[in-house]
């Protein structure tokens, strides 16, 4: 089972964002995140997913993948297979979850997905120095 938690932060003020991801499966537990331009906030979370799904492709896991994320946006699109303003990227998302022989989607809050905010937060104060 791989447990996937994916966040997405953005500071208008100082035109800083960045996409972080914590993924857990057996004793492994990878955290990962980057710096990404300025976007809309929410295209942001699913860019999160999609580059988490693109990390878990090259680890070659082929397991039942849980989706955690404090985005109710993206959980919900992701379970309705259907956004109406983001449907170009949860496409390519979509297609990378057909990879998985089953995966359930949650919205968390940011409290149960303090890991990758956390990763979110820091970058963004890394960023502002």
Do not use: C, W
């Not at 449907?87 to 809050?109: G, N, R, T, W």
């Not at 905010?117 to 960023?127: G, N």
């Amino acid at each position: 089972m791989i447990k996937l938690y994916t966040d997405a932060g953005l500071n208008t003020n100082l035109n800083l964002a960045a996409t972080a991801y914590v993924i857990k499966y057996n004793d492994q537990i990878i955290k990962h995140v980057d710096p990404q331009k300025p976007a809309d906030n929410h295209y942001l979370e699913f860019l999160a997913l999609k580059l988490a799904l693109e990390q878990i492709s090259k680890m070659n896991i082929n397991d039942i993948l849980f989706i955690h994320s404090d985005s109710k946006i993206l959980t919900d699109s992701v379970e309705k297979k259907y956004s109406k303003h983001y449907q170009d990227i949860l496409d390519p998302i979509l297609e990378q979850l057909k990879a998985f022989p089953m995966y359930f989607v949650k919205h968390i809050s940011d409290k149960d997905n303090g890991a990758a905010h956390s990763l979110v937060h820091q970058e963004l104060i890394k960023l502002r120095k």
